[in-house]
């Protein structure tokens, strides 16, 4: 379902990083561990479509997304792939209902109130429905990302160092929660990160050094 062969991408300043080639089978789970400087975020940015491999084929969802136009691959990110930053963004003047509603609006998805608030639910977020972004708590918005992806209903959850700013107690609980969740709806789950307390969660793992 997703795989990436001979991928190599060069950086506006002249450096290239190779990637090893991989094959993920639709609804698995993968850690992709490495450094700082490894090339993990990138490679999640190619996954995403946020970038285009310099050399190399690209296949996620059956389609080599590096024969996509810059607009194609908008379309094809909006209604596959799942996002969940290190760093949230919000529209903070709205409601978190209104910005998940959004969220499928973005995708061109219908827009339905009952499955946003269904997956607030699953989270313990049901109460947040009309909370402006601005009174959630740094946990609450990172649960808030994971439910904005989810509403998608996307064949590919991606993640980039989730666990960067919580403890131990809450980093199990987030993964857990991602693992659970993208389970649910079907969808591939691929966490990149530098954090080596994740690395007993996940059985299928690639190391970037």
Known sequence: MISGQSLYYRYPDGKGIEFPDFSFSQ??????????GSGKTTLLQLLAGLRKPTKGTLTVDNKNITKFSGTELDAFRGGHIGLVFQKDYF???LTVGDN????QYLAKKEQ???????????????DKWGKK????????????????????SPKVLLADEPS?????????????L?????????????IVTHDQRLKDN????????
């Open 164 to 176: 960067s700013a919580l403890d131990d107690g809450n980093t199990e609980r987030v993964i857990e």
């Open 91 to 93: 529209v903070e003047s």
């Open 112 to 126: 339905s109130k009952k499955d946003c608030r269904a997956i607030l639910d699953r989270l313990n977020l049901a």
């Open 202 to 209: 996940f059985q299928a793992k690639i190391e970037l050094t």
């Open 133 to 152: 972004m601005s009174a959630l708590s740094q946990g609450e918005r990172q649960r808030i990302s994971l439910a904005r992806a989810l509403v998608k």
């Open 178 to 190: 991602m693992k659970s969740q993208a389970a649910e709806i079907g969808a591939s789950l691929i």
């Open 100 to 103: 998940l509603l959004l969220s």
């Open 27 to 36: 609804g698995s789970q993968w850690l992709i561990l490495g450094p700082s």
